[in-house]
């Protein structure tokens, strides 16, 4: 009889077929019992033109592994996927491609939604969101309701980050490196009336709770960085001749004796009245230049600017009078959006003094020791503080904690904490977004939506294009626009800016589980039973602003009693990104993507899915080399002949093969569990090179090292495990199994070999039992060299399982 060989493309539309008739993740057991819930989430994407690329299905294969993996330890698992369908990717794509968003996005989901089925994973389509849904963001528009209502909502007017290209305003967030995140423009500043959400007021928690999340150390610190917590003073300097005062903010009071300017924001609301004739067309030149570079960029420049303004304050301590400077790397909207300066102990202070010959006074140091001829500043925290009036002697680590509480007596300030963290920009003048659910009345001011009336549904328009004025195209459409006050009932207008892409994506994830309810965000029942998110895999890039939103909407839907928890996700992982050649990040634009639609047809989606993890820890970025999958695809033929040429056979099984096959289960499950997902694809190559050595000498491998290949392999290759279980007499789909287990003491080797040396020199290796003790291995090792020890022996020396030293003179 003709061996059957394996055939990916038979064998996986079979299973397929099978699953989606009989779906393997049931939440109950077969005895009616409930099982306990496992929530596995990906990040969802937003449904660009380019489809996947093998990038994407890496993190997809990866929350599958380990969500068979969970099914196969007994839970029910919660695996959904969605769509983040509104804002700036699918509305610029939309826009290149010269169709409407609506359309563009749709066939860009199906044709997405197509890509993912091939990978096989274990997605409930029934919880199915996306986020362009009335029926979802009726709840998006819901939620910034409840926040108005709070307090939480809120419009100013200030100078935003704008991309001249998107025509949009940008949070601080999107901008990196100067440039919008999503088309690369260098960013500039406008001033205009924004909604913000008020992110600050959950500052501390957002900070004290990261201690409670099993999230990668770089990701807590980054979150931990971005809200930027620090104690210090308020300390007010009055204007010289002037009623004015400016009031800096700083963390360290203990140096006021040594600040010898200050710093203005160009933003700050006094930096154009102070500027004195002489000075006036300076000042304002270097107003303008300030407003045309992004925040990034001014923190980031390396060659500090600065103008003077002619005037003065009063250091509130010694009297001084103090030179007032505007200089782009002080932000209006940090701190007070003035500092003071002191050259001596900042080194951009110091930098900034040297160019500007502004004097430098030391005011802390070392052994009480004054620097003669500074060349940098001193930095070091501790010191003896000198020139500093009464404060003279006393240490200055003490002083900094001190200072804060000296100040306010003295009635010159008060203590203080900052946060770098700021409100969040939530308008985007766009098309293709939630609308603000708020309408603008002359009489009432800004009036919320009436709830009842939710959603307030995006109206359909043919020209969607930014116009660029800083309005929205929503502003054009006069029927819409054009309502009544919910409170008075007179002629008002509905707000015309749109939501940024995050406030769908910052609670999506609480939908999945109540996705057709009607009546509420999701039900309390259903809240509990199934939330929070118990593992979050994703790319890094979303470590600050998509997580840290996340977070915060959790705390407040908490506070409201939306659910009982207030924080979303318990653990998390990061994965790298799959680069193409030379590390250069794919995009069709550089022409180096690689679909994943020709590699499953050739090779399976079987062998791509363990490739994709075989090409590097998955932690790490890796560079894509199709080459590497004939390996994978080798192995797992291999794994099938040997299915083939055992099967039938009646195998008993052997020592060697109980200890492979306890060796197996510990190896796997302890790298699956510490998330070495690259060495799990290695080490089932391992030992298939193992068991098949063993079964040319024993003629087969027995049923049960076949079974437990075959369960530890289904969360990494389902299909060909499902097969390989049905192939050895299964009736019922392998995720009916349990996870192996291993016995450590079936692990041991009986017998090992052991190097003999004398003086330090191999001489001979020999095979001794494993648990032999130091004299029988000594007496072993003896035998062996005989004929070579010719000189008295000294030493014995025997270290267990590895080697034997005879010493000798």
Request: contains cysteine; charged residues 30%.
């Amino acid at each position: 009889m003709s061996k059957i060989v394996y055939n990916h493309k038979a064998i996986e539309k079979k299973w397929r077929e099978k699953w989606a008739e009989n779906p393997v993740n049931p939440k109950v057991n077969d005895d009616g019992s409930k099982k306990q819930k496992y929530y596995c989430l990906d990040m969802f994407p937003y449904p660009s033109g380019n489809g996947l690329h093998v990038g994407h299905w890496r993190g997809y294969v990866i929350s599958d592994v380990w969500s068979r993996y969970k099914l196969l330890q007994g839970y029910y698992i919660v695996h959904p996927m969605g769509w983040d369908a509104f804002g700036l990717p699918a509305e610029n794509y939309a826009i290149k491609m010269g169709v409407h968003p609506a359309i563009s996005t749709a066939e860009n989901v199906k044709n997405i939604k197509r890509q993912i089925n091939e990978i096989a994973a274990l997605y409930d389509w029934d919880m199915e969101v996306n986020t362009t849904d009335p029926d979802f963001y009726k709840w998006t528009q819901w939620i910034f309701v409840k926040m108005f209502k709070e307090g939480l909502a809120y419009e100013k007017e200030f100078p935003i980050n704008w991309c001249p290209s998107c025509k949009t305003g940008l949070a601080n967030e999107e901008v990196v490196n100067g440039k919008c995140e999503r088309c690369g423009t260098e960013v500039t500043k406008k001033n205009l009336r924004q909604w913000m959400l008020r992110i600050t007021k959950y500052a501390d928690r957002l900070l004290n709770d990261l201690d409670k999340l099993d999230w990668p150390e770089k990701v807590k610190k980054m979150q931990s960085d971005w809200i930027g917590k620090s104690y210090g003073a308020e300390v007010d300097f009055p204007v010289d001749g002037s009623d004015e005062k400016i009031t800096v903010y700083t963390t360290r009071p203990d140096t006021l004796y040594g600040a010898t300017f200050m710093v203005l924001a160009p933003e700050h609301k006094l930096a154009a009245e102070l500027a004195t004739p002489e000075t006036k067309e300076a000042v304002e030149k270097y107003i303008y230049d300030a407003s045309m570079k992004s925040n990034v960029d001014r923190l980031q420049d390396k060659e500090k600017t600065g103008v003077f303004t002619g005037s003065y304050a009063i250091n509130p301590l010694n009297g001084e009078k103090t030179p007032i400077w505007l200089s782009d790397y002080v932000l209006a909207d940090y701190g007070t959006g003035a500092i003071m300066c002191v050259p001596a102990h900042d080194d951009r202070d110091f930098e900034f003094a040297k160019k500007f010959d502004i004097p430098i006074i030391q005011v802390i140091a070392k052994d009480g020791k004054e620097i003669e001829n500074m060349t940098e500043a001193y930095t070091e925290a501790a010191g003896t503080m000198i020139n500093s009036g009464d404060w003279n002697g006393m240490e200055s680590a003490v002083l900094k904690k001190e200072a804060p509480h000296i100040i306010e007596k003295q009635g010159i300030g008060h203590a203080t904490v900052n946060f770098k963290l700021r409100d969040w920009v939530f308008s985007r003048q766009r098309y293709w977004g939630e609308p603000i659910p708020i309408v603008h009345c002359p009489d009432c001011g800004a009036v919320p939506v009436p709830e009842e009336e939710l959603p307030l549904r995006l109206p359909e328009v043919e020209s969607y294009e930014p116009t660029g004025t800083g309005e929205s195209p929503l502003a054009g459409i006069e029927e819409w626009v054009n309502c009544k006050c919910p409170v008075c009932g007179k002629p008002a207008k509905r707000e015309t800016n749109t939501m940024p892409q995050w406030a769908g994506s910052s609670w999506y994830f609480l939908r999945y589980v109540d996705s057709h309810n009607d009546k509420e965000l999701v039900s309390r029942e259903k809240a509990d039973e199934m939330l929070p998110v118990d593992m979050y895999i994703g790319g890094v890039e979303h470590a600050v602003l998509h997580l840290l939103y996340s977070r915060f909407y959790t705390k407040f839907l908490c506070d409201i009693g939306v659910v009982d928890f207030d924080e979303p996700f318990h653990k998390l992982f990061n994965q790298g990104m799959i680069t193409g050649k030379n590390g250069i990040k794919m995009s069709k634009s550089k022409g180096n993507v690689v679909s994943p639609d020709d590699l499953v047809r050739d090779y399976g989606c079987d062998s791509l899915r363990m490739y994709e993890l075989f090409v590097g820890p998955p932690e790490l970025d890796a560079e894509w080399d199709d080459r590497g999958i004939d390996g994978v695809n080798r192995f797992l033929k291999r794994l099938w002949n040997l299915l083939m040429d055992s099967k039938e056979k009646e195998i008993k099984a052997t020592k060697e093969m109980i200890k492979q096959r306890n060796r197996l289960a510990y190896d796997i499950t302890t790298r699956l569990e510490s998330f070495s997902l690259n060495t799990v694809i290695s080490g089932f190559m391992e030992y298939n090179n193992k068991f098949i050595e063993i079964a040319k000498k024993e003629g087969g491998i027995d049923r049960e090292s076949l079974e437990t290949i075959a369960v530890l392999l289904a969360p990494f290759a389902p299909h060909f495990a499902e097969e390989m279980w049905e192939q050895l007499g299964h009736t019922e789909t392998i995720f009916k199994a349990e996870w192996p287990t291993y016995d450590e003491s079936l692990m041991k080797d009986d017998e090992i070999e052991v190097a003999v040396q004398i003086n330090g020199k191999t001489r001979a290796v020999i095979t001794i039992a494993a648990d032999a003790d130091k004299d029988t291995a000594i007496a072993a090792g003896k035998e062996a060299v005989a004929d070579k020890l010719t000189g008295n022996i000294v030493k014995e020396i025997y270290v267990p399982g590895r080697i034997v030293n005879i010493v000798q003179k």
